[in-house]
């Protein structure tokens, strides 16, 4: 059973931060590629940060310099250290897993969390 679950969300002030957590079960974490997703209502869900299997990073240009994205593979859980929050910043953010399985790809989510900026 596949599990992505994150967590750290919350309303901060612009100008603070916030880290969110992704923690993971019932997949091989160390063959997926994670990343970070974001929406708002009305809008498409957008890629923010994107972290591979070996470790390489990639992120949306609104969020360079301000967002770190990272892996813990002992825990199996994903990061997302978001500095220098900005009001544009607000919406619900979503782990996502990109893991093989029998010779495809397949895509897992979790469920969001909520940050709220003002």
């Known amino acids: 059973h596949v599990q992505l679950v994150e967590s750290g969300g919350g309303s901060v002030q612009a100008g603070g931060s916030l880290n969110l957590s992704c923690a993971t079960s019932g997949i091989a974490f160390t063959t997926c590629a994670m990343a970070w997703y974001r929406q708002t209502p009305g809008k498409e869900r957008e890629l923010v940060s994107s972290?591979?299997?070996?470790?390489?990073?990639s992120y949306a240009d609104s969020v360079k310099g301000r967002f770190t994205i990272s892996r813990d593979s002992a825990k199996n859980t994903l990061f997302l250290q978001m500095n220098s929050l900005k009001t544009e910043d607000t919406a619900v953010y979503y782990c996502?897993?990109?893991?093989?399985?029998?010779?495809?790809?397949?895509?897992?989510w979790g469920q969001g969390t909520q940050v709220t900026v003002s």
């Open positions: 972290i591979s299997r070996n470790g390489a990073t």
């Open positions: 996502a897993s990109q893991c093989p399985w029998e010779g495809r790809w397949v895509n897992y």
